[in-house]
T-cell receptor
Framework: GEDVEQSLFLSVREGDSSVINCTYT??????LYWYKQEPGAGLQLLTY?????DMKQDQRLTVLLNKKDKHLSLRIADTQTGDSAIYFC????????FGAGTTVTVRA | DGGITQSPKYLFRKEGQNVTLSCEQN?????MYWYRQDPGQGLRLIYY???????QKGDIAEGYSVSREKKESFPLTVTSAQKNPTAFYLC???????????????FGQGTRLTVV
């Protein structure tokens, strides 16, 4: 949607880190989310960050939030073939607004 | 097992026909949503419902209709007025409405609608 913007594609070598970036518009969002979509399936919540935090780490995932610039990023360490998917960032006010999704392709 | 179920997985419709997509959840969630997914456009909100017997238009409601007669069910009808209905449709539910608290949305597996 218009409220949330992401780059559309990312190609990464297996074992490297992936960084997916997102910008959002609604500064009142209390939480910001990252969802993952496997081919032909629905979305699953991957991780989230509270708007008062700058960083959240969850195993191989690191979320960075720059509230001033309204910029959110997701870093996946040691990217594996199973990480190939579409990743959506989302913000919530009265509805959940999703970005266009970043298609991550992991190459051997 | 609790979850959200969409049916059918694939649906073909002739131009000019209405078609209804099913969405059922047994998670006891109050809020339910319908999104449309097109390549490169992300998820666009069609309709959402925060409680039984109440629903609101999303960003692209024209040509669609919904009902919320039961908490568990939120069917979407794609009418003949929808000019470009071929898309992947996703239904989701959450415990409460978004905004304020943490809102995890649970998604169905989607229905791929093709107009022939």
């Amino acid at each position: 949607g218009e409220d949330v913007e992401q780059s559309l594609f990312l190609s990464v070598r297996e074992g490297d880190s992936s960084v997916i970036n997102c910008t959002y518009t609604d500064s009142s969002s209390t939480y910001l989310y990252w969802y993952k979509q496997e081919p032909g399936a629905g979305l699953q919540l991957l991780t989230y960050i509270f708007s008062n935090m700058d960083m959240k780490q969850d195993q191989r995932l690191t979320v960075l939030l720059n509230k001033k610039d309204k910029h959110l990023s997701l870093r996946i360490a040691d990217t594996q073939t199973g990480d190939s998917a579409i990743y959506f960032c989302a913000e919530s006010d009265y509805k959940l607004s999703f970005g266009a999704g970043t298609t991550v392709t992991v190459r051997a | 097992d609790g979850g959200i179920t969409q049916s059918p997985k694939y649906l073909f419709r002739k131009e000019g026909q209405n078609v209804t997509l099913s969405c059922e959840q047994n998670l006891n969630h109050d809020a339910m949503y319908w999104y449309r997914q097109d390549p490169g456009q992300g998820l666009r909100l069609i309709y959402y419902s925060q409680i039984v017997n109440d629903f609101q238009k999303g960003d692209i409601a024209e040509g669609y209709s919904v009902s919320r007669e039961k908490k568990e069910s939120f069917p979407l009808t794609v009418t003949s007025a929808q000019k470009n209905p071929t898309a992947f449709y996703l239904c989701a539910s959450s415990m409460g409405p978004p905004g304020g608290g943490l809102t995890e949305a649970f998604f169905g597996q989607g229905t791929r609608l093709t107009v022939v």
